[in-house]
């Protein structure tokens, strides 16, 4: 039997111990840490839709609404009580969108080869920022499989135009849209890749009328239902093109902006408060596999160009804007293991110096090693502190015992007074079935007349003698740097 022959024999077994791994990571890592305030906003807006109270789409301040139909229709297919939602069960959306990506990566084999396929799988399998993001309740995760697909469905259209390929172009593209707002972006970034890989020119015309309506007819009717909330709301097809104005100012920064190579820094070795991170053996595996396809020539070669290609332009779109956050680097992350992939298959099958392939082998277990600590730093011991450089503003740690405190406190129906810039986000959340709540930006119109007040350390705190005398007083953690005062009254 042939080294390759063997391989294909292994390839089920080495896919299905990828995929289990993939697995036990993200739901290891859904339980090591609170929601962030990010997740909490989308977990309130879900709670909402699947109580019945509906869902009307924000341009000022929320993303699109795939992430809540699919959450709230899977809590449906479970039997869950939308009040008893957990993050675990919450996170269940995101655990399988990264799935599926890299259940679709494995399925490329005849497109990237079987190594490559196999290196790619594993590295979205276990890098921190797969595993982190691949567990997490906002819309990236999501937004990574669909585009994956888009990205995949395109090529095939190119290789062989089908009207029934036009139509799944049109659907996912809505699908993106209807996502996040920065679907766009990665648009952008398909254009070129797509010229610079040059896939095979097709027999038949490419832009066919009845395909072109397909594709237009997929993607509106996407676009129609989701964003008129099943034509409940029709103000919502005019918010979602108005939110791109919104869109465009946000990304000037808005409290978030970073300096241009703030996503090359977090791969890049560093070392925050002794602990050291990095990954600077993937990030010049893939500029060597990158530098390997400078001039594709098989159709395989292409094709991974091609995935490449998008992850290099949508890093340098997210990096030339001043909004950034971690988890935008996860995209354009996922699109550059195939490099990595194509690297490793390349010296493994190339190669006519037998010790070579065991040199190959220990670099690659050298990289899935490296991989492997950080994960388990990064969703473990430092799951939700500032020392991680895979998060931002994590709600801390000690934040879960103040959602303990206030659920024994709770069921004395006390009146709640919170004071926070931004509603100390996940706090509405933990109090989302409390009727007697109420939540001010700034202590201009405080009153010490509620059972429980709870203030923001960034407003400062209230020196009113009656709180010393009549309440008690307990500090409980939020996020890095942010404390929360809460006051109990004797009554509460």
């Known amino acids: 039997m042939t080294a390759r022959a063997s391989l294909l024999k292994l390839y089920i077994p080495i896919a299905l111990l990828i995929l289990a791994t993939a697995l036990a990571l993200r739901f290891e890592s859904s339980g090591n840490r609170p929601l962030h305030a990010d997740e909490a906003v989308q977990a309130y807006q879900t709670w909402q839709l699947s109580k019945g109270e509906g869902y009307h789409y924000d341009p000022a301040d929320k993303h699109g609404p795939t992430l809540y139909y699919l959450s709230s229709w899977l809590g449906q297919l479970r039997g869950l009580d939308p009040d008893e939602l957990a993050p675990r069960d919450l996170r269940l959306l995101s655990i399988g969108a990264s799935s599926l990506l890299i259940v679709t990566i494995l399925s490329i084999r005849k497109r990237i080869g079987s190594i490559a396929c196999l290196v790619t799988a594993t590295l979205v399998a276990i890098s921190p920022l797969c595993v982190i993001y691949g567990a997490y309740f906002i819309q990236e995760s999501l937004l990574a499989i669909i585009l994956w697909l888009l990205a995949i469905a395109i090529w095939s259209y190119f290789e062989k135009p089908k009207q029934t390929t036009a139509l799944a172009i049109g659907l996912l593209v809505g699908l993106a ?20 890989a040059r896939p095979k020119t097709p027999r038949e015309p490419i832009a066919k009328p009845s395909r072109i309506i397909a594709a237009l007819a997929g993607a509106l009717s996407v676009w129609l239902l989701f964003y008129s909330s099943f034509f409940s709301n029709p103000q919502g097809l005019v918010d979602s093109i108005a939110a791109y104005g919104k869109a465009i100012s946000r990304s000037t920064g808005q ?14 070795p560093l070392r925050r408060e002794g602990v050291l991170w990095g990954e600077t053996v993937f990030i010049l595996c893939s500029i060597a596999g990158l530098f390997l396809m400078a001039r594709p020539k098989a159709i395989c070669q292409r094709f991974t160009l091609y995935l490449s290609l998008q992850g290099i332009f949508s890093l340098l779109l997210y990096s030339s804007i001043p909004y950034k956050t971690p988890w935008l680097l996860l995209i354009p992350y996922t699109l550059l293991c195939p490099a990595v992939g194509y690297l490793v298959a390349r010296a493994w099958e190339g190669s006519k110096i037998p010790w070579s ?12 090693a490296d991989q492997g600590r950080k994960t388990f730093l990064a969703t473990n011991r430092y799951a939700a502190d500032s020392r991680n450089p895979y998060i931002y503003q994590h709600t801390s740690q000690p934040f879960e015992k103040l959602a303990q405190r206030l659920t024994t406190l709770l069921p004395r129906n006390p009146s709640i007074a919170v004071y926070s810039p931004d509603h100390a986000w996940p706090l509405p959340w933990v109090l989302r079935n409390h009727p007697k709540v109420g939540y001010w930006q700034n202590l201009e119109s405080f009153s010490p007349s509620h059972d429980i007040i709870l203030i923001d350390s960034r407003l400062g705190s209230e020196d009113d003698p009656s709180l010393e005398s009549e309440y008690s007083l307990e500090l409980h953690g939020l996020r890095p740097n942010t404390l929360l005062q809460l006051y109990i009254s004797e009554e509460a």
Do not use: D, Q
């Open 177 to 196: 849209i209807a996502t996040k707002e920065t679907a766009v972006l990665h648009f952008l970034s398909l254009i070129p890749a797509l010229w610079l």
């Open 357 to 368: 392939r065991y040199a190959c082998l220990a670099i690659l277990l050298a990289l899935f």
């Open 255 to 268: 409290g978030h902006e970073k300096p241009g190579w703030y996503y090359l820094s977090m791969l890049w």
